[in-house]
């Protein structure tokens, strides 16, 4: 079936560093794909998304191009702040009639340290 | 806007208790509500979806008798988990569609069962 696989955290990096968190999914056909944040005590967010191949979502600073080629949806940031720190979860989702639930990958809990 | 209440964040019950979690839509009409329960360094898995006014769909494998689903009005679902176990000890969350590609999600419930 349709899976999300996102690398393992805790991810902990200084202020200012570069972040990326891979992202990759098993599906068939092309669905739509999305970063979703959870803060502390907080319910998930939509981040940025995408809904075809080479679209590039963006949104506070992150980013992620949509692959086809290499089924993935890796989210960077080129400069993380203490306030970024948070759980992040890629997740996809197939379009068809009526609601369809979000496929999430694990979740990757982040740290950013001053 | 779009925000789902969910209550309690927090609760820990003895084995063999029932407890009884809420998510309400508080400025929308949730046709819909997705349940998700996730594992320690697990991905959400979808357990069920409720519809107003009808069943629940559970996912394969959940014990529709144990996690019981309510959809009773446009704004409120509620998760009931019978007779708990600590092997339900787990982080429960409720989505609800709103069109689009937008969800909107609890904050989630943080079940310890002793």
């Known amino acids: 079936g349709d899976s999300v696989t996102q690398m393992e955290g805790p991810v902990t990096l200084s202020e200012e560093a570069f972040l990326t968190i891979n992202c990759t999914y098993t599906a068939t056909g092309y669905p739509s794909l999305f970063w979703y944040v959870q803060y502390p005590g907080e319910g998930l967010q939509l981040l940025l998304k995408?809904?075809?191949?080479?679209d590039k979502g963006s949104n506070k600073g992150f980013e992620a191009t949509y692959r086809k080629e290499t089924t993935s949806f890796h989210l960077e940031k080129g400069s993380v702040q203490v306030s970024d720190s948070a759980v992040y979860f890629c997740a996809l989702i197939f379009r068809g009639s009526g609601n369809t639930p979000l496929v999430f990958g694990k979740g990757t809990r982040l740290s950013v340290i001053a | 806007g779009a925000v789902v209440s969910q209550h309690p964040s927090r609760v820990i019950c003895k084995s063999g208790t029932s407890v009884k979690i809420e998510c309400r839509s508080l400025d929308f009409q949730a046709t819909t509500m997705f349940w998700y329960r996730q594992f320690p360094k697990q991905s959400l898995m979808l357990m069920a979806t409720?519809?107003?006014?009808?069943?629940?769909?559970?996912e394969q494998g959940v014990e529709k008798d144990k996690f019981l689903i309510n959809h009773a009005s446009l704004t409120l679902s509620t998760l009931t988990v019978t007779s708990a176990h600590p092997e339900d000890s787990s982080f429960y969350i409720c989505?609800?569609?709103?069109?689009?590609?937008?969800?909107?999600f609890g904050s989630g419930t943080r079940l310890t069962v002793v």
């Open positions: 995408a809904t075809k191949a080479d």
């Open positions: 989505s609800a569609p709103r069109g689009g590609s937008g969800y909107t």
């Open positions: 409720s519809n107003e006014g009808s069943k629940a769909t559970y």
